[in-house]
């Protein structure tokens, strides 16, 4: 029994693991599909970020940062 709990840990922790390595995203991103500007247009809610196409699986609050420096 002890062994098949240590075998579940390392699973969920590999899992764990795994998935975050997958993904940049922090706790204040988050993404929402604004079809008013056009049906594949993302807005961070948070930081005001904004991309084209897919989902964003990256933080690009960076970027966001740079381009307000630049102005």
């Not at 699973?11 to 991103?29: E, G, H, K, M, Q």
């Not at 699986?57 to 307000?68: F, G, I, M, P, S």
Request: aromatic letters at 8%.
């Amino acid at each position: 029994m002890p062994l098949l709990l240590l075998a579940l840990g390392v699973a969920v922790f590999l899992y764990l693991w795994i998935s975050r390595r997958n993904s940049t995203l922090t706790r204040d991103c988050r993404w929402r599909l604004d079809r008013s500007v056009a049906p594949d247009f993302w807005r961070c809610v948070a930081c005001g970020a904004t991309a084209r196409g897919a989902e964003p699986r990256d933080c690009l609050r960076a970027e966001r940062q740079a381009e307000t420096r630049s102005l």
